[in-house]
């Protein structure tokens, strides 16, 4: 069958960058057999051109992009599929069709799934979202500077412990220094989601999170700081002073000891880089934060082709079609590590497919009993974390807050009416 091309993801990370505007790849077919789909991962055009080659004779996708996917379900764009993150909130679920009596029809067993992941898109005793892929958080370091790792996982605590250990103090500055969440505002963002304070998106009152659990996770950190670091201010002058460099090479260097990653991130840098590196999944008490923007995938209601809609829904939850698309990703060399540019909703692919085609994830599969997927979020979270929530954050430690993260998200929401 023709494969897909690599200008293809090039093409789209490009116009996606340009400013997300609408992009359409259009075919001439009569409605019925044409599946509009809207998403925001370009991997998922490479993968509706795989099922173009091998469903000729049926049915066909047509790819639309959209910065965000929820904007899908608008009559504007008449969707019949949608894939994205974020689209699993009290708002937009219902705007999907109901999955349960066709997965009964279809006999789909949705044991498949990884059971919490799949909760996220239930709601008043309906499925409405199927999950399709996560990312995780990761603790990267160089096995010659960080010795004896147990496990496939590593605790924060341990990752402080160790951190007090390594450091080093110069005459005027440090020198050395193990970690510290203050390096990065999203390293301070999941420090505090491992300290269990959850964002959560209640209908008609936007984002809440435990104002007390929150002020508990922030004293520890600085308190961590103090007692490991002496301050902020010494963290910054650290920052300042050596973090430049990549990452990757200040860990060779043994400047520092440990840094965080996503694993979409690390995994997609270039074997150079990576291969003198080991990693662990960052937990704490035994639960590993599976990360924000976990990918769903829905079938709208009024969409023109639910017949070649519900295909190619049920051709991409398939592990032979993960497998093969997998295969043809990496076969092309395309810069996206797993399935849809992470870990596959289906535990089986990761458990038995993941350390077929990665080597270096064998032995470090996650077991679900450990992952915590996050509660549900409004369709602007990633918007308002970045502009709200992660600078609060950096300002609470190094500017000296007076107002509380409530001030600033309601300041955020009053500038962005949604």
């Not at 990360?291 to 051709?315: I, Q, S």
Request: net charge negative; aromatic share 14%; hydrophobic share 40%.
């Amino acid at each position: 069958m023709p494969r897909p091309r690599i200008y293809l993801l090039i093409l789209i990370a490009i116009l996606l960058a340009a400013g997300g505007a609408a992009l359409y790849f259009v075919s001439f077919r009569p409605a019925g057999d044409t599946v509009r789909l809207v998403t925001n991962v370009p991997e998922i055009a490479v993968y509706a051109e795989v099922y173009n080659a091998s469903h000729s004779q049926e049915y066909r996708v047509e790819v639309i992009y959209l910065e965000q996917p929820v904007e899908g379900l608008s009559h504007e764009y008449q969707a019949d599929l949608i894939i994205g993150n974020f689209l699993n909130n009290e708002e937009h679920l219902t705007s999907f069709r109901p999955l349960d009596s066709l997965f009964t029809k279809r006999d789909f067993d949705t044991g498949v799934f990884y059971q919490k992941a799949l909760k996220e898109g239930f709601h008043e005793e309906s499925q409405y979202l199927v999950p399709l892929a996560f990312d995780l958080m990761l603790a990267a370091f160089s096995p010659e500077q960080a010795k004896d790792v147990q496990s496939i996982m590593l605790s924060y605590k341990e990752i402080r412990s160790r951190s007090a250990e390594f450091k080093r103090e110069g005459e005027e500055h440090i020198t050395r220094m193990g970690f510290s969440p203050l390096w990065k505002q999203e390293h301070l963002f999941h420090t505090v989601r491992l300290k269990g304070v959850d964002f959560v998106d209640t209908a008609g009152q936007g984002v809440r999170w435990d104002e007390n659990k929150l002020e508990q996770a922030l004293s520890e950190i600085r308190n961590e700081c103090e007692n490991i670091h002496r301050d902020p201010a010494t963290v910054r002058d650290f920052t300042d002073r050596y973090l430049y460099d990549p990452s990757y090479k200040l860990l060779r260097q043994g400047r520092i000891l440990f840094d965080w990653w996503r694993s979409d991130d690390f995994f997609e840098l270039p074997d150079q880089y990576r291969r003198d590196l080991d990693f662990r999944w960052i937990h704490s008490e035994d639960t590993i934060p599976v990360l924000e923007d976990v990918l769903f995938m829905g079938l709208t209601r009024n969409g023109d082709a639910p017949k070649a809609a519900e295909d190619f829904f049920f051709w991409l939850l398939k592990p032979e079609t993960q497998t093969l698309l997998m295969e043809d990703s990496r076969s092309k060399q395309l810069k996206s590590f797993g399935f849809a540019g992470g870990f596959s909703s289906l535990r089986l692919v990761n458990e038995q497919v993941f350390p077929r085609l990665y080597p270096y994830m064998v032995g470090h599969i996650p077991p679900e009993r450990n992952l915590d997927f996050p509660a549900q979020l409004p369709a602007y979270w990633e918007k308002l974390k970045e502009n709200a929530v992660l600078p609060w954050l950096k300002d609470y430690f190094f500017q000296g807050n007076t107002a509380g993260l409530s001030d600033r998200v309601s300041t955020w929401m009053r500038q962005n009416p949604q």
